[in-house]
């Protein structure tokens, strides 16, 4: 098979997965799937205008799921975004009478970036051990790991 799209770029970002507690058995359980896709396209949009101008980059949503990056260069400012994120989907959450709050898992590695897939399905993504790293950190609503803690001021 043929690859067209230009390599990867190789750089150290900080790696971030989001997600709400109990998104089953709070919200896709409790509410129709119209009541449930209602609800993400506030979440996604919340989250999406938190991001824009940040120094973040919203990777992809999966159901209740973000995958998130920073430059790594900046993790303080990163740790201020993310908790300016926490802090509104909580609250939108709170608005909607969604007992949940956000989860944030963040790391910091060298990750493989750029567009990925071909056709209508490309996209960009980042990959590497990195990122397994950050989806593999324990669940909290609030997670750094040591590399990531190492790096920043607060």
Known sequence: MKHTLAPPTVE???IVFADLAGFHRVICSQLSPEDTFAFLSDYYAAAQGILDGSGGRLV?????AMLIVFPSHAPDRALVTLRTLKAAIDALLVQQRLDSRLRIKAHVGTVAAGAIGSGELERFDVCGSAVDQAALLPDGEWVLSDELRKRTRS
């Open 60 to 64: 992809k949503f999966i159901g209740d």
């Open 12 to 14: 150290e970002q900080i």
